[in-house]
Nanobody, 122 residues
Framework: QVQLMESGGGLVQAGGSLRLSCAASGRTFSRYAMGWFRQAPGKEREFVAVISWSGGSTDYADSVKGRFTISRDNAKNTVYLQMDSPKPEDTAVYYC???????????????WGQGTQVTVSS
């Protein structure tokens, strides 16, 4: 049982930066791979980034590679998504998720936060 809560979303100008946070509580945070997903209006929820339980492995969607960085601080039970040079097409509700596998498949994640809105203006 893990509870997740995202924060840090809001309005940002294209070319700026934003950092999302996801705080975890419940079972030991360190045992889970952590992923970020997003969902824009009229679109399905899509993979953004994932990080292994140790932080040693990461993977990103091609659409954000080179611009976004996922990291985690297990001592703080928190995972982050640093969004650099965001684009209007990055506008979506961003969700963090916890699972037992380092995966791009949302169906492998058992625990989800409620989401935080990110809006990128041009």
């Amino acid at each position: 049982q893990v509870q997740l809560m995202e924060s840090g979303g809001g309005l940002v100008q294209a070319g700026g930066s934003l950092r999302l946070s996801c705080a975890a509580s419940g079972r030991t945070f360190s045992r889970y791979a952590m992923g970020w997903f997003r969902q824009a209006p009229g679109k399905e929820r899509e993979f953004v980034a994932v990080i292994s339980w140790s932080g040693g492995s990461t993977d990103y969607a091609d659409s954000v590679k080179g611009r976004f960085t996922i990291s985690r601080d297990n001592a703080k039970n928190t995972v982050y998504l640093q969004m650099d040079s965001p684009k209007p097409e990055d506008t979506a509700v961003y969700y963090c998720a916890a699972g037992g596998l380092v995966s791009t498949d949302r169906y492998t994640y058992a625990y989800w936060g409620q989401g935080t809105q990110v809006t990128v203006s041009s």
